[in-house]
């Protein structure tokens, strides 16, 4: 399988409801089952074609190192619910969540993979909201599609 080269941040923008059968599967094998959820992938082909598929639902961009450490610190969570915490970073065989975080940027570890860990961030609703209509293209002024680095933006808006 391959491997792509750079991190990025996808996050639901839009609703469950009206939602056609082969887009919602494919939202859910990327484990974005609900609105204002995020996950990490990398860019291989395989999920880039998958972020086409379901581009009118989703925005996705280049995630930055400080913005994965927030959102492991803040809104991860292993399995009962509890935060993620520097002692299972070192588990892992890391020596804190910063470690962790570069390692998931560098494409070292999937985050997906990581065991006992939730594939998915629950986030809040960006506070100001979204910054214009979440049924346009990020391109044409709206909020779904690819942001490149402006997901960074809207992540922190949203921890």
């Known amino acids: ?26 939202l859910r094998m990327l484990n974005l089952t609900r609105n204002c959820h995020a996950t990490l992938i990398d860019n291989r082909p395989s999920y880039l074609g998958m972020l086409q598929k379901v581009q009118n639902q989703v925005t996705w961009g280049e995630v930055s190192k400080d913005v994965i450490a ?32 570069d390692a998931i ?20 609703p960006p506070s100001g909201g979204y910054k214009g209509s979440i049924k346009k293209s990020w391109a044409s002024g709206g909020v779904t599609g690819y942001r490149g680095e402006a997901i960074n933006d809207l992540l922190k808006r949203m921890i």
């Open 70 to 101: 927030m959102l492991l610190k803040k809104r991860g969570r292993l399995i009962g619910n509890r935060r993620m915490s520097d002692e299972y970073a070192q588990k892992l065989g890391f020596q804190s969540l910063d470690d962790l975080a």
């Open 1 to 26: 399988m391959e491997k792509g080269d750079k991190c990025l941040a996808v996050v639901r923008v839009r609703g469950t409801v009206n939602v056609r059968k082969d887009i919602e599967d494919t």
């Open 105 to 124: 940027y560098s494409l070292k570890v999937e985050f997906k993979n990581l065991p006992g860990v939730k594939p998915v961030f629950r986030l809040k």
